[in-house]
T-cell receptor, first 113, second 114 residues
Framework: DAGITQSPRHKVTETGTPVTLRCHQT?????MYWYRQDPGHGLRLIHY???????DKGEVSDGYSVSRSKTEDFLLTLESATSSQTSVYFC????????????FGPGTRLTVL | SQKIEQNSEALNIQEGKTATLTCNYT??????LQWYRQDPGRGPVFLLL?????KEKRKERLKVTFDTTLKQSLFHITASQPADSATYLC?????????????FGKGTHLIIQP
């Protein structure tokens, strides 16, 4: 497996609380991504990063922010969690040398009550 | 509107036969197209990538075709085995190289019956 971990793996929180999910890689890949996966929707891109401090929005970025202060870490923050953000969140990494092939982390299951 | 369509129903195939999965898209012009496998509770795993100027790619028992005129990719698993049972995801790479992320279909659940 590619060296990519996510923490926490499971989290239950209440509506209105802030939540931060962490993605950590040991591959030194330039690109990092956050996706969410919901029944009936498949995987959807939230935000992505193409380098330290360089990030951009994906298809479903509303209500989420990201930060990347080091190559190896990409943080996803829900400033005020809502029940609609209950989902499984996947981090992925890639590099130019891989032609776009992405390695995915194990996922974080987030439940917002 | 933009759509990616994969077989919405589960696909049941007898062991040893060839499984063929379909990915159709509308109002996209992907530079590359990728296929991933996902097992329950796990992240997707990359299988194959094909570029817009390529018609076919093979890897062991896997074959993918890409028809940009029909806007369709077919994914074949020959000599299928029960261990091939999983959900298979089609993903469009619009820019090529994956820098801007991928756009995924909802996936096809493949069941290989012994």
């Amino acid at each position: 497996d590619a060296g990519i971990t996510q923490s926490p793996r499971h989290k239950v929180t209440e509506t209105g609380t802030p939540v931060t999910l962490r993605c950590h890689q040991t591959e030194n890949h330039r690109y990092m991504y956050w996706y969410r996966q919901d029944p009936g929707h498949g995987l959807r891109l939230i935000h992505y990063s193409y380098g330290v401090k360089d990030t951009d929005k994906g298809e479903v970025s509303d209500g989420y922010s990201v930060s990347r202060s080091k190559t190896e870490d990409f943080l996803l923050t829900l400033e005020s969690a809502t029940s609609s953000q209950t989902s499984v969140y996947f981090c992925a990494i890639s590099s130019l040398e891989l032609d776009g092939e992405q390695f995915f982390g194990p996922g974080t299951r987030l439940t917002v009550l | 509107s933009q759509k990616i369509e994969q077989n919405s129903e589960a696909l049941n195939i007898q062991e040893g036969k060839t499984a063929t999965l379909t990915c159709n898209y509308t109002n996209y012009s992907p530079a590359y197209l990728q296929w991933y496998r996902q097992d329950p509770g796990r992240g997707p795993v990359f299988l194959l990538l094909i570029r817009e100027n390529e018609k076919e790619k093979r890897k062991e028992r896997l074959k993918v075709t890409f028809d940009t005129t029909l806007k369709q990719s077919l994914f074949h698993i020959t000599a299928s085995q029960p261990a091939d049972s999983a959900t298979y995801l089609c993903a469009l790479d619009l820019a090529g190289g994956g820098a801007d992320g991928l756009t995924f279909g909802k996936g096809t659940h493949l069941i290989i019956q012994p």
